[in-house]
């Protein structure tokens, strides 16, 4: 397994702006790659873009239009895309019971699903034109096991491995390697108000270099349609789903 070359390879985040996006743009940026951060946070984006040397562009990834803009920013700018990774995300989808609110649901889902369908469909053309390359999608551990604190959180991150673990294989053949980063708390801004509240019940928060280093182990394989748990004090890895029941 080769170590990921980044000198001379075109990288797109969105959600490039902040926290994780931020932090793995610039491990990519040290290895040389070039970058386009899609963000909606314009003054953090453009003077990251700026620092990196890179390219800021605004997507609000509930818009397909915004995902194909900055795919087509890449391409104009360093004349292909060899990394696509789908990082824009939020929580928070609301209650279910009386509480239940559409609109915030509607942004939750369109954001942590639609944005991941966008990007990817904005991503396989150029992807295709460079001969293949990589897609990962920020999922999380709440898309791997029961959320009750945030169902629809959790319903989209699990939505999102379910569509990574079947676009894998079925883009493997054209050496598109589609994957899914699945951490567990991060500490950045996401986090909002929980942070304290997860600490209060000494529940681990992972260091976000932490969710870097599993970000490029990914880009280190070779295997496709994998969901990659990220927990404090362990090493990171492709979980391991069983085998659905067969037919009698």
């Not at 791997?144 to 079947?166: E, H, S």
Request: aromatic share 6%; proline share 6%; net charge negative.
């Amino acid at each position: 397994m080769a170590a990921f070359d980044g000198a001379g390879k075109v990288a797109l985040i969105t959600g490039g702006s902040n926290g994780i996006g931020a932090a793995v743009a610039r491990r990519l940026a040290a290895g040389g790659a070039r970058l386009v951060l899609a963000d909606i946070d314009d003054e953090r984006g453009g003077a990251l873009a700026e620092e990196l040397d890179g390219r800021y562009v605004r997507c609000d990834v509930r818009e397909p239009a915004d995902s194909q803009a900055a795919v087509t920013a890449a391409v104009e700018a360093f004349g292909g895309l060899d990394v696509a990774f789908l990082n824009a995300g939020i929580v928070g989808g609301g209650d279910l019971g009386e509480g239940f609110d559409p609109d915030l649901y509607r942004r939750a889902m369109s954001i942590n699903l639609d944005g991941v369908v966008y990007g990817v469909h904005a991503a396989l053309p150029a992807l295709r034109a460079r001969g293949g390359g990589d897609i990962i999608a920020t999922a999380s551990m709440a898309g791997l096991t029961a959320t009750p604190f945030d169902p629809v959180y959790g319903a989209n991150k699990a939505a999102v491995i379910g569509l990574v673990r079947a676009l894998g294989p079925a883009y493997a053949p054209e050496a598109i390697r589609v994957n899914a980063l699945c951490p567990s708390f991060a500490d950045t801004a996401i986090l909002g108000g929980m942070k304290a509240e997860l600490e209060e019940r000494g529940f681990p928060i992972l260091e976000v270099e932490d969710v870097v280093g599993a970000f490029m182990a990914i880009l280190d394989g070779e295997d496709s349609g994998e969901a990659w748990f990220v927990v404090p004090g362990r090493e990171p890895g492709p979980f391991k789903f069983r085998g659905v029941p067969g037919p009698r």
